[in-house]
């Protein structure tokens, strides 16, 4: 782990994980683990299903500790594994617990990854797994996500949702010609469950990023590894660098996509009402609703209060997780 700054108290450690793993009573550990959360003051959202638990949030060093150390008391989630991350202030506004039918929504129920699964690979072998010319390398993350970030020579499936993506292998996979697959995603829950629907589809060599690129960013060395670009995040932060440190994206509010300093810089960027992304398609009754929403916000801003609204992330997919 080349992260140094994890011993700094005042820092925020933002902290992703998920696990494939049956159970049954997921309805009923959803009141005391949102009770732990706010107990220690932590913020963010995990989602509870009969399949696995899927989260990302955030606190301080020690109030992470106890919520992880109290996750881990379960036996199901004795090995739990989360990737971290540090930001100087809180990314979230508040703390959610919601109960689901998937933990990342793929739409098939017969995908199971708790029973077939492509091989994970450690962070420390994806570089020569993925530049092997036979290993198809595939980002199963959605285009707003690709076009910001990804690993040198990654295919997008170009889907904007993670239910889209059995058609992309419907349409442009073929077992007997892509023989070598490799997948990856933000955190590792998308890739590993795409193994899963790929293995039951007749792919027989596949493998997805342990951990997925925040893991990958977190291990190896930004002059050693083969990522490209700002990955994209759900939380405040919008994206991060190689060095898992606050990107230069921000979020447009209209239509909530990640905007370079190039987008910021366009006359169809207006802050808090329209990006290049949507400028075009505003209704007049759309841009006078977050042309007001703005002006709240500056009013806010002068009193030296914070305009909550809705924010961004919590407006997002969270199968995307």
Same mark, same amino acid.
């Given at each position: 782990?080349?992260?140094?700054?994890?011993?700094?108290?005042?820092?925020?450690?933002?902290?992703?994980?998920?696990?494939?793993?049956?159970?049954?009573?997921?309805?009923?550990?959803?009141?005391?683990?949102?009770?732990?959360?706010?107990?220690?003051?932590?913020?963010?959202?995990?989602?509870?299903?009969e399949e696995g638990i899927n989260g990302t949030i955030a606190g301080t060093r020690v109030d992470m500790d106890n919520v992880l150390r109290y996750l881990r008391q379960d036996a199901r989630l004795a090995d739990l594994e989360h990737k971290e991350s540090f930001i100087d202030t809180m990314p979230f506004y508040r703390m959610k617990v919601?109960?689901?039918?998937?933990?990342?929504?793929?739409?098939?129920?017969?995908?199971?990854?708790?029973?077939?699964?492509?091989?994970?690979?450690?962070?420390?072998?994806?570089?020569?797994?993925?530049?092997?010319?036979?290993?198809?390398?595939?980002?199963?993350?959605?285009?707003?996500?690709?076009?910001?970030?990804?690993?040198?020579?990654?295919?997008?499936?170009?889907?904007?949702?993670?239910?889209?993506?059995?058609?992309?292998?419907?349409?442009?996979?073929?077992?007997?010609?892509?023989?070598?697959?490799?997948?990856?995603?933000?955190?590792?829950?998308?890739? @590993? #469950?795409?193994?899963?629907?790929?293995?039951? /589809?007749?792919?027989? +060599?596949?493998?997805? *990023? %342990?951990?997925?690129?925040?893991?990958?960013?977190?291990?190896?060395?930004?002059?050693?590894?083969?990522?490209?670009?700002?990955?994209?995040?759900?939380?405040?932060?919008?994206?991060?660098?190689?060095?898992?440190?606050?990107?230069?994206?921000?979020?447009?509010?209209?239509?909530?996509?990640?905007?370079?300093?190039?987008?910021?810089?366009?006359?169809?960027?207006?802050?808090?009402?329209?990006?290049?992304?949507?400028?075009?398609?505003?209704?007049? @009754? #759309?841009?006078?609703?977050?042309?007001?929403? /703005?002006?709240?916000? +500056?009013?806010?801003? *002068? %009193?030296?209060?914070?305009?909550?609204?809705?924010?961004?992330?919590?407006?997002?997919?969270?199968?995307?997780?």
């Open positions: 782990m080349h992260i140094e700054n994890s011993s700094n108290a005042k820092v925020i450690v933002v902290t992703a994980f998920y696990k494939f793993v049956h159970l049954p009573d997921y309805r009923d550990l959803r009141s005391p683990l949102l009770e732990t959360c706010r107990k220690n003051c932590i913020k963010g959202t995990v989602l509870l299903a919601k109960l689901k039918k998937e933990i990342v929504t793929m739409g098939v129920p017969a995908v199971d990854p708790k029973r077939r699964v492509g091989v994970r690979v450690d962070p420390r072998q994806w570089n020569a797994l993925i530049s092997d010319p036979e290993v198809l390398v595939i980002d199963t993350r959605n285009q707003y996500e690709y076009d910001i970030g990804t690993f040198r020579n990654a295919v997008s499936p170009r889907t904007s949702s993670f239910r889209e993506f059995p058609a992309f292998v419907r349409d442009q996979l073929d077992p007997e010609k892509h023989a070598k697959i490799a997948m990856f995603c933000t955190g590792g829950i998308r890739c @590993e #469950k795409a193994t899963s629907y790929l293995k039951g /589809q007749g792919y027989a +060599e596949v493998y997805h *990023l %342990r951990g997925g690129i925040l893991k990958y960013l977190e291990e190896v060395r930004p002059e050693e590894n083969l990522w490209q670009g700002e990955c994209f995040v759900f939380d405040g932060r919008v994206a991060v660098d190689q060095k898992l440190e606050r990107g230069s994206h921000e979020m447009c509010y209209a239509c909530r996509m990640p905007l370079s300093p190039e987008d910021r810089n366009s006359t169809a960027y207006a802050t808090g009402i329209s990006c290049p992304h949507c400028h075009a398609t505003l209704t007049e @009754e #759309k841009r006078a609703r977050l042309q007001e929403r /703005q002006h709240q916000v +500056e009013l806010a801003r *002068l %009193r030296n209060e914070q305009h909550i609204g809705v924010p961004i992330v919590e407006k997002k997919n969270r199968a995307n997780l």
